[in-house]
């Protein structure tokens, strides 16, 4: 099963939740898209939540890195909420876990845009 994305707001801020794999092929690309609809809308504040999220491959991690410069480049904010221990082991030995403001609590994430 590749990634499902819903979203959903908690005031200005924009909650992706992600359900599944992010790899190669589908779940990566509906991610990349997802992203860039968003920030074409003009969100700036996003929480990427990948509390369901079970794997994420090399592609994965190239998305998440894709998404957090298109939406810095928009003048906007990526942020992680709830990585399972695989996700934030694979962040920190590809060293991406001190780019990215990962949190554990939505409410302290969704304070930390203000």
């Known amino acids: 099963m590749s990634v499902k994305l819903t979203t959903r707001q908690v005031g200005d801020v ?14 990566a690309s509906s991610f ?14 996003l929480l990427l939540n990948l509390a369901e999220v079970s794997y994420i491959d090399s592609s994965g ?22 990585l399972n221990k695989r996700v934030k082991d694979l962040l920190q030995i590809t060293k991406l876990y001190t780019v990215f ?14």
Do not use: C, H, P, Y
Not at 14 to 27: M, P, R
Not at 32 to 45: D, H, N, V
Not at 76 to 82: A, S, Y
């Open 14 to 27: 924009t909650v992706i939740d992600a359900v599944g794999k992010i790899t190669l092929g589908d779940g």
């Open 32 to 45: 990349r898209e997802t992203i860039r609809s968003l920030t074409g809308s003009g969100q700036k504040k």
């Open 61 to 82: 991690i190239g998305e998440m890195v894709s998404g957090f410069t298109t939406v810095a480049n928009q003048g906007g904010v990526l942020k992680l909420l709830n």
């Open 101 to 114: 403001e990962v949190f554990d609590d939505e409410s302290a994430a969704v304070r930390s845009f203000a």
